[in-house]
Structures are given as C-alpha cells and as structure tokens.
C-alpha cells in the first residue's frame, strides 16, 4: 500500500501528526521506530489497519521518502488550517481536533487517545511546542517598540551635569556635515581632514577653553573637559589631536611656563596657529619618564641649552603632531647645568620653519602605520646640538638665572620632578573620561541592533530578539551599568580637578586609577559590543573598528594602565598620600602592618544573608567594597613587611607583592565607583531616574562581587548560598535593565550623526 | 655659615648622607624636619658645631636650594668613589666608611652612629637601598642570555607531530621574500597581492592537497590543516582566502556535490583557475542557517531551479571572494519543488564570466571596508530570477530526479540538514586552529620583547626587564600555557577528524566547543600582547593591529562563539550525542535530571589539602575537571526539568538557562583541553620537554581553578586555604614557566620572516 494513500484513511488520521514528529528531526534509530511499534501495537483497541499503516510508516528498514514526509506534512497543515490557533493544541489536541476535521461528530477514542500519548513519551514531547514546530509558519516580525520607564531626556541631562551647556554646544557642532567621517579616506588626506577639524575647534574657542581669558581662552577646565569628553564620541585621532594641541602642548607651556611662555606663545597655541607636540616619551622609555636620556645641557658662554639625543633608544618617540604639522615642541630633557644633572625638566623647542622645514639639528622620521589613529601624525625626534635660549626652560618650578645659577623653590629633586608631572594630570583624567565616551557610542550601537535583530526563535513565532536571550543581556547590561557607574566617578572626578581643594596626591592616585581602570572597561565593552553585533560589528561603517583600534592605545598614553594601577596602591600605603618614591615607604608600611589588619576585622561588614533585600542594600555594598578596600591595603602591607623583615628591599619588596598590588589597586577604584555612583544617585531629585540608576547600581555591585567572589568566600564576606544567589540576581537584574536599555542609551544623547553606526540608529 | 661651606667639617662627615637622603624625596614637611633635629639633639654626646651644621641644612623654614643639594650630592659621591662596593652598604656603614676617607684612623663615634641610626628611624630606610639611591649611577644593561632547561627545536618537532613535513614546507615558502608583508597597502593592491599569494598556494599543490588525487591533490585533510595553521601566523588575508576558496568553495563542491561536481569543478577551484564564494550568510541570517530565505524554485518545464531573493534582508552578506574575484559560488536556499519547501539546499551558481561581468540577474556589492582582512574582497549578492540546471544542485544528499521528484536517503528533513552542515566541520577545525597560531605569533613578540625591554628598577642598578616583573609574567604565562594547551587539543581535534572513526556528533560538538573558547582565547591574548609591549606594540609594523583585527572576526565566522558554546552544552544534554534541534532534548533531560545529580556526588574528587604535591597532581587535576563538567551538565539538566515542570516549552527552558548552559560549555572544554596536553605530555619521550610541558600544563589547570574557584568554593571542591595556595602557586608557576619562555616560544617554529615584528625577532 502507497504510504500516501494512508493519508485518507481517517483511522490514521489522529496518529498522522506523532508519526510525523517521530520521523522529523531524524533523532530515532530503526531500532526504536520498531520499539515505537511495538509499544503502539500493545494499546488495547487500537484499529488493526490503523496498527498497519503505522508500522509502515515507521518502518525503519523503509523509510518514507522526503516527498512522502512532505505530503505527510502538508496534509497536517491542511487539515490544521480551519481550527482556531492549533499552534497552542498539544498533539493530542491536535490529534482529537484532526479527528472532527475528518470525520465529524466522532471523538477521538480512548485506544487512539492511549497510542498518542505512548508516542509522545518516547519521543519526549510535552506541551504544544511539537505542534508548534508542525505548523511552523515563519512571519517577519515588526520592529517592538521600546519603552523606558523613565524620561531618557532627564537622565541625560542629569549625566550632563554643570557640563551640559558646552557638552550640547559640542555635539550640535560635531553634527554638522563637514564634521561628517570620511570612509576610507588616505591617512594623508585623513590627516589633512583632522587637522582642518581641530583648527575649527581651535577658532571656534574649544580649544583654548581651558586658558585664561587674557590668551583667548574662557578660563574654563571644566567645559574644557567637558568638550573633550563629547569628542570621545567623535573621530578619536580628532580627540587624539586636540588632546596634544591644547592639553598637551597648550597646557604643559601653560602649567609649566611662566608669563614670558605665556604671552610668547600661549594665545598661539589656542588659535591653532602654533601647532606643537609634547616631546616626553622616548624610545626605551615610556613609564619611567625619570630616565629620561635626553639632555639639554646649559652653556654659561652663549647663555643657551644644547639639546641632544645621545643615543637612538632616547629619540621621542610617538610624539602626536611630530610627523607633519607641528612647529615646535615640549621638550623634556635632562637638565645639565654645570657639571649636575638636575633631572627630567621642559622646554620649548621649534621644531620647523614656517614653511614646513625641520630646523638644524633636528630631524623627524614619521612612526608610519598604526593600529588605529591613523589621522594622527605621530613621529620621532633626534636633537642634535639643537640650540635654544636660556629662558626656554618651562620655569614655573625651576628656573636658571642669568648667572647661570639653578634655582628652585622646591628644594628636593624628587619633589621637583614629581610637581612638574603631577601638574599635568588634567591629560589623564580627559582621556579616562573620553573612554568612558568610547564605552557610551559602542553600548549605544550594540544595544540598539540587539533591539532589532532577531536570531532563532520558537517554532511557528517570529524569531527572538537577541537582547532577549540572557546571554546578550548578561554580556551588555553589565557593561552599560558599570559604564554609568564610570560616568559619575569621573564626573566628580572632574568637579575635584576643577575645584582644585583635593590633595594632589589624592586626586593624582585617583586620577590614575580611573584612568586605568576606566579605559580597560571601555576597550573590553567595545570589543563585547562587536562581538554583540556578529558581522555587522565587523563592517568599518559600524564604527567598532575605529573604537577599538583607536581606544586600543588609552591603555598606554597618558600612563601605562598596569604603572598607573600601582600608583593607587602606592598612594594607599602612604596612608592615602601619594608616595611616587619608594624611599620613604617603609615607614608607613611598618605603621599600616601593626595595626590596621586588627582594626579591620571588628569593623568587617556584616555577613548577612542571601535574600535580595540584603543582597541589594547599598549600606552593604559600601560598606563592603570599603572593607574589602581596607583589608587589601593592609594585607599588602603586612605582605612588604614580611619581606621586608627577611632583608629584601623596599623597591623589590613592591615588585615581589605586585599581584596584590594590583588587587589592592582594583579594589579600591571599584569602592571610589561605587561610592560615586551612590552620591549621583542620592543627589538626583526624580524619581524615575533615580528608579533605574538604583538598578544599574545594583547590577554594577553584584556583577562587580560576582566576578571577585572568590575573594569574598575565602574572606568569609558571603556565603556559598549569598555567591550563588548573587548570581541569579545579577542574571535577573541584567534582564530588568534591558526592559530600559534602549532609553538608557538614548540618555547618553550622542547625536546620530557623531554615533554614525548604519546599524546603532 | 654657607651651607656648602660645612662640607668640609669632618665632624659633619657622616651625617652628610643622611641629610641628603632627608631632603632628597621631599617628602618631609617642615614640621617633621624639626622634629627630626629635635630627636638628634636628644643624643648624648654629639658634637655641637655637628648639631648646628646639621640644623642649619635641615632648617624647614629655609631650605638648602637645589645647588647646595646638589653639591651635597656631589661631595658624598666623590668620597664614596673610592670605597668597594659602596651601594651594598647600609647608611650607617657608609657613614664610617667616609669617617675613614675625611679623618683617616678614626672610627665612627657612637654618638654619631646613633644620631645615624634616629635618621634612618625617621625616614624608614632600612638596608642599603638609601645607599643605593645616593650613589645612583645609571648603566645600560646588556641583553641577557635566555637559556632553556630543554631544546626548543625538540620541542617544536614534538608539537608539530606527524604534521612536521608540511608545516616546514609551508614555513620555507611563506620565509620567501615575495610572501612578505606590504606595508600600508592601498585596499585594491592589497587584494591582488593575497589574490597572487593564493594562486601561488594553488599552483604549489598546497590548496588542493585534501582533494582526492585524481583532481590534482593528494587527498590529505591533514596536510590541508597543518597547511592552514601555518598559514595563521602570515598574513590572515590569505589565511581567509585560501580558507574560503579551496576549504568552503572548493571544499563543499568535494563534500556536498557528487561526482558530477567533482569532475565538472574540483581540479579547476584546486588549481585556483575557477575562484568561487561560499554564499551561506544573509544579512538578516546568519546563526540561523536553517532560516536561510533565499529560495531555488524547481521548473520542472526547463528542469531548472530559479535562484531569487526575495528581499534586502535574505541578499548574501560577507561573501568572501565575492566583491572581485569569484567566478562562481556554493549558493544555500530553500529547495522548493512543487509547493513542497525542503530547506536549505546548496547548489552551484556561476556569478561572473571569464571577463569578470557579473553575469544576468545577479548583483554584487562591496562590503567594504572592515575592521581587519582588508586583503579579502567580501560582497553581498543578489539573485534575481537566476536560472541554474537541476544538475547545478550539490545532490550527496538529496537530489532532484528527471522527473522532478525529490530524493533522498535521509528521511528526516532535520537529520538531512545537519547532515549537510555537519559535513563542513572541517572549516570549524581549521579556523580554529589557526586562532591558536595567531595566539602563538602574538605570545612570541611579546615574550621575545619583554626578555630585552627594560623599564624601571632597583637604584643604582640597571633597569629591570619587564619579563621579571610578576605582573607581567602573570599576563603572559597563563596565556603562554593556555596556548600550549589548545595546540594540543587541536592537533588531536585533527587527528580525530582526519582518523573519521569518531562518532560525527561528538567531534561536531568538540570542534565547536574548541573553535570557540580556543578563539576568545587567541583574541585575548592578543590583546594582552598588545598592551605588554605599550607604544611599540601599537605600531602597525608590530603585527598587533593586524592580529587583532584579522582574528577579531575569528569570534563570528564559522559560527558565532556564543552560539558554539551552547551545541556544547546540547551535545552534553543529550547524553553525549549532539542534538541540534531542541525537540527530542526532553528525554535525554529527564533521564539525566533523575539520576546523575545523585550518583556524581559519590564520585567527587577528593577535596584534598592545600600543599603542592596535591595542587600539582595530575590525576587530581583531570578529576575535579571531569567532575566539574559532569556535575554542570546534571545540574543543567535538573534546571531544564524544573522549568519543563511548570510549563515552560523546551525552547524557552533552554534560554532561560542560558547562563548556565555558557557555564557547562566552558567547563567540558576546558576538561576536554586538559584530557589532551595531558595525553601528549604523557606521550612524549624527552624527558627535557615533559618537564616543561608538565610544568606549563600546572600553570593552564591551577590558572583555570583560581578563575573559576569561586565556582569550586560554593561546590566544596577546595577549601579557602588552597584557593589562595593555588593563587601563590599560580604567580610562582608564572615566574618559573618565564624562565623557559624564550624557548618555549622559540619552539613555535614561527620564521622572523613570517613573523615579521621587528620587536619579535
């Protein structure tokens, strides 16, 4: 008998849709479609032609052909197509539907009823989800509608802050056409197209924002850094560019010159008239600015510096504006005067001519290709007997006077250096805060293709939306929470610089930390957002490569991210003063190891439990990131002390401990974050924000002890029970910020223009 | 009384360092200067002309100027230069020491050994690295031999294997002048230069070799994946198009055509005369394979399939080789023949004639620019009513008979379907291997330039190496052995394949498993590598930026990692078979959550102690992976049975668990890597190279432990004393493995040629 001929007989019919699902994803061995039989043919009652058109169709030894499947199919589907919504029906309701389909009036018998259910339990179907997949029907589903619980608008002006003026100014300007990207450009012409944006910032009073008024600029830090952090959303070798122009070279003549610099050259350097590097970085080396090798050299005949290259390891190297545009430079070099070496100190230096050309002595070679930033012009320098005057030196803290006498108010070398140094931090806390930027234009592209993009789904529904798996969630709303968290601290971070009441040491420490911290949170979330995004992410118009090849290096400039993280803990040692040499160390290591680890363990947080109001109290979790801060510091003392005990030294001693080092270091940026984000939160007054920073705040902490929980079980701080369900929280939580995940990345208000991601609008 | 004058007071003599060394970090206010004083005047018996000396140079209120420290500094050295050794004394040694050079025969006084003695309390130095800063004198260190305990060229052979004959002809050819890079290419350039390099592979016999003799090769997939994980450390370009042409085009005319397809085509892809696609993704598909929406409509009048595509969403996206140089592609849509739709079928479509014009009713477009592999010409195509014969489909396993009926062994259309797909594994398995040649090539310029680098260091000596510090060693020796791992869990992954005696399942779910975490592994590292070579590593010339954007897609194609990860998971459900489609998970789940929970706890690795012994057992080690892979597995499937329970349909039970079927994933292949560098530790008969290996593979375990020890605290499977015991051991491990790093990377075999970096070599 012809399986097809079968497909009439209404015996068969209630069986026609099991014999279907047992064929279908081909997951049966013959052995157990003749098993399947055998089980079939034990229901008492069953018709006996029914029996045997089902063991031929389930005859493993002669399987029915594609075609005959798909009539099987079709004839289901056919049949199906008059009852109301049969994709909810389990089979056997189906089954009894077919039934009256086929033959009205008659119910589906008992035997029959008995036979569907034995199928169903050996091929393990439950519910309606097999009768689903029957009746499969793929559907376009519309683009859902995305609605936050709060107003996206308010929360972006609350992140914008006392900045929001010049951050609106900023975007509104860098939404114009001609700030529009150029696809593919050459790096030449790219360089060209850069320089022309950074000298429209520069006339437009962006640029010199930050200087005194009397040189063009506002006096304003504050909206100085504010544009910049908007820049971080735009071409970042723009950023990169303005960054050397007005922050590096601008404001090094501004914070290390005196008035002669100033008035020399300073309103030049705002206008964009006088394009300069900052020449600090050499080839061998980088972090450790202190050995610097270059040397200029005082001569008392001619009353001038002789700058030299001794060797090629003490060429600049990556100086940003050295290879094409800049007409002279911020030396650091060695100042040698009579026959003592003072150390690292700064001083102008023309590079070129008017017309372009290197002034004797000098000679640039470009550093050629880069990773990203290929609209920068980095180069190298060799000074070769280059002669400038005496009152080049940048002297606001060390000066040579006419009679050839160096002199300083600061009497220790040490002290000297790192005041000149220090005064510069305002480079490292703009780059921290731009990429956190960085972190905002990839969340907002990734998590806005994960609100249209659909990928798999249950049969016979439209596919699911990828933010709809937890996996995506839990890949992105982590990172958009800490993303947050970051924006605050820096925030406040800047109202510190800005205010200038901070101890120095303090804000530098915590100017390195997030510097360090902030920029690895930014370079992971762009490369989870690519990903996130599949091929499209892999596409150069969607913009992850540019952030990520050009964010790539925030973890170098402006400071090593591993030397940065140690100079928190170094500074927390010092009983939080920031303590750049070593020398001194001791002292306040012997000081933290007798004491503190006892303090600490009576004021240890309480244990509490696993339930989700303890889990989600913020007095806890400061309290927590506080303690587990404080207990770091003063285990890593008492780890130097015990080294130092056993005659290492001091310098060796941190070297040896260098992975606690870095804990320490990480646990104390994560409980400054936490503790600002906690302000930012107290502080705003509606209550719908507020409702949704708690969450992210939430998911901040937890994700944060999740990812440390080792720590807090062998420190007793949660139980087994409170890890565990930690976990479960943050997975709850990661699906209840993406309910307003599209209006969170809304509140970053990046101008589609600036975002320019096809896929992030 | 001029300060420089007291120089010259013998009596002042030993105190001279130690007022240097008060000044010299400023980090004393004036107030604790007083005091200090104080505290000397306190000692009985010093000398008074001393004790005002020493408060004129100590006074807060007027500091000594940098000239008169200076000199200070001077006057110590030129006495200390003729002592032996003077930076191995402490300070009051070399206090004595000067007493001896200004008042030859008289000892240091015990007055003034003690007043000696109060200063160094105050300033917390102990030892001699006071001395040691004072007498700073800067040298330039040589390179460093870097000996290792084994050969490296033993070891390189052992990893190669028995694929060794292959990989050092690939090595040889790849060394030659005309492979080597071109640097900041132009896009078009770049492409015939990789296009040239591809045909030169053709020619040489290298692309075809896995296709049987008779069309040209020499019918070795072995040779084909050594060939193409060396390929991973040249230019990935090439690696793309010679995967795409000969692996993906060529390889699935070999696997899913019939002999009719290999007469017609396979010499002529093998010799790189006919270039073709791989048209699988769509830009609205691309996971999703089974929801392909490009249809091929049989006409049974003109017995051929009519090629459409029905709207923007279902054009081919990302098509390798076809914005320029495919002649003809391997085109997956729907089979529709008659009303009936048989899935995604692939059949043979020509795109272009032999002048390189798109042929009627196609349309192609440029990708454009990428975040990496800008040397492979990615399209999107279009087909409009593309008229194909009937032979044109790729008919292994279905075809469509003159008569227009459609065909096939397999009944079910599910089996039928991954049968198709599965038979492309071989693509999964290269990809992935090569992501751990991209690891190794990026882990040896980083190595290689930290064994030279030098930044910071102890006073007075040469400036340390980078590779000596334990943040860096921990930064790159994990990775350094994760890799080693990988290797040897890919060259079996190989070996399995090519053998064809494993079950196609299991290897399916081990090649996605491995391609997968084996990738993020390759990316990562990368992006460590990157970041511990600083500036330099930014330089293109460096090879980072093409590393890291060429592999960034590696996490996308041939599958995306996160969709990898969960058939992982799947296959484990299903009691170790791989069950692609959801629907006959149910049993398998049940069946797994009513037993296995119980019995696994009787079979728990012994918790054991915290000593190095049992940290460093194997057997230990292969225990608590297994263990822990088992127990996730049950714990998933009783996670599934609780959702099944109260309703959920298997689909939605499987997203909601999503993060832990992730969690399973990575436990099984990490135990399944773990099973395998521990066989071919075992399998190797050098005892040099099993000492090392063995020690590389305790760092890979005690590494993965401490990343997932929050995971076997909450289990009970370590106490808190061996989490941190297992942390000390993990840095310890790192400094011991970086003193074979040199060699270990070395043993990669990878040519300075290929490699390229300077910084590498």
């Not at 399947?36 to 169709?57: F, M, P, S, T």
């Not at 050397?244 to 705002?270: C, E, K, W």
């Not at 070398?413 to 905002?440: N, Q, W």
């Not at 290591?589 to 600490?600: N, P, S």
């Amino acid at each position: 008998m012809s399986l097809l001929a079968t497909l009439d007989d209404p015996r068969l019919l209630p069986l026609l849709p099991a014999i279907y699902v047992a064929w279908a994803d081909g997951e049966l061995s013959a052995e157990e479609m003749k098993a399947l039989c055998a089980r079939v043919d034990d229901v008492d009652g069953i018709d006996v032609a029914c029996r045997e058109a089902l063991g031929d169709w389930l005859d493993g030894a002669a399987p029915p052909r594609p075609t005959e499947l798909s009539e099987l199919l079709s004839a289901i589907r056919r049949r199906a197509a008059g009852l109301d919504h049969p994709e909810r029906m389990d089979l056997a309701t189906l089954a009894a539907e077919l039934v009256h389909t086929g033959r009205p009036g008659m119910p589906l018998r008992a035997p029959e009823a008995r036979a569907i259910a034995e199928i169903e339990a050996v091929l393990g179907i439950i519910g309606p989800e097999g009768t689903a997949s029957l009746l499969s029907l793929t559907g376009r589903a519309a683009v859902p509608d995305e609605v936050s619980q709060f107003d996206p608008a308010a929360l972006g002006a609350y992140l914008d802050g006392s900045r929001a003026d010049i951050r609106n100014r900023m975007r509104r300007l860098l939404a114009q056409p001609r700030f529009g990207y150029r696809a593919d450009i050459r790096r030449d012409d790219y360089r060209e197209v850069v320089l022309a944006w950074t000298k429209e910032l520069a006339e437009r009073g962006i640029g010199p924002i930050g200087y005194p008024v009397e040189y063009g600029g506002e006096g304003s830090m504050s909206c100085f850094m504010g544009a910049f952090a908007v820049l971080g959303h735009h071409d970042l070798s723009l950023l990169t560019k303005f960054g050397v122009q007005f922050g590096l070279f601008g404001g090094s003549l501004a914070r290390l010159g005196t008035r002669r610099h100033h008035d020399a050259y300073l309103a030049a350097a705002g206008s964009g008239e006088l394009l300069g590097c900052f020449a600090m970085t050499e080839t061998d080396h980088g972090s450790n600015v202190r050995a610097l090798e270059t040397v200029a050299v005082y001569n008392s005949a001619t009353d001038e510096f002789v700058i030299t290259t001794p060797h090629d390891g003490a060429r600049k190297d990556y100086i940003g504006n050295a290879a094409a545009h800049g007409r002279a430079a911020v030396v650091f070099a060695r100042l040698v005067v009579g026959d003592v070496d003072h150390g690292v100190h700064a001083l102008f230096v023309p590079l070129r001519d008017p017309s372009g050309q290197t002034l004797p002595g000098i000679r640039i070679e470009d550093c050629g290709p880069k990773i990203g930033l290929a609209g920068v012009d980095n180069g190298r320098i060799w000074f070769d007997g280059v002669r400038v005057p005496r009152t080049a030196l940048l002297d606001r803290f060390a000066s040579v006077d006419e009679s050839g006498a160096y002199l300083s108010e600061i009497p220790s070398p040490d002290r000297r250096f790192f005041t000149t140094i220090g005064s510069l931090v305002g480079g490292r806390i703009s780059v921290g805060a731009a990429s956190i930027s960085v972190a905002k234009s990839a969340l907002t592209i990734a998590v806005r293709y994960a609100t249209r993009r659909r990928q798999f789904g249950p049969a016979g529904q439209p596919e699911r939306l990828i933010l709809d798996y937890p996996a995506h969630q839990r890949r992105l709303m982590p990172r958009l929470a800490a993303t947050f968290a970051y924006h605050f601290a820096f925030e406040r971070l800047i109202d510190d610089y800005v205010a200038g009441t901070m101890d120095s040491r303090v804000l530098e420490a915590q100017a390195a930390g997030l510097k360090a911290y902030g920029s690895w949170h930014a370079i992971d979330t762009v490369q989870a957002c690519r990903e996130a995004c599949g091929g499209a992410g892999y596409l150069a118009e969607n913009r992850f490569g540019a952030l990520r090849g050009d964010a790539d290096v925030f973890t170098t400039y402006e400071g090593d991210n591993t030397v940065l993280a140690q100079l928190v803990s170094k500074s927390l040692l010092s009983d939080y003063k920031l303590q750049f040499a070593d020398m001194n160390l001791l002292g306040t290591i012997r000081f933290l190891a007798g004491k503190t680890l006892a303090g600490l363990r009576e004021v240890a947080p309480a244990l509490g439990g696993s339930d989700e109001d303890h889990l989600r109290d913020r007095r806890w979790h400061l309290d927590l990131f506080k303690w587990r801060s404080d207990h770091q510091v003063a285990a890593l003392a008492a780890r130097m002390k015990k080294r130092l005990d056993s005659g290492m030294d001091s310098a060796a001693a941190f070297v040896a401990v260098q992975d606690h080092v870095l804990a320490c270091a990480r646990a104390h940026i994560e409980y400054l974050v936490l503790d600002r984000f906690a302000a930012a939160i107290e502080a705003n007054g509606d209550p719908a924000s507020r409702r949704v920073l708690d969450l992210l705040c939430d998911l901040y902490v937890l994700t944060r002890i999740e990812h440390d929980r080792g720590w807090f079980l062998e420190h007793g701080r949660i139980s087994a029970a409170a890890a565990k369900a930690i976990r479960k929280l943050a997975i709850e939580l990661s699906a209840a910020v993406r309910r307003d995940s599209r209006g969170l990345v809304d509140s970053f208000l990046i101008p589609d223009a600036v975002l320019a991601a096809p896929i992030g609008r």
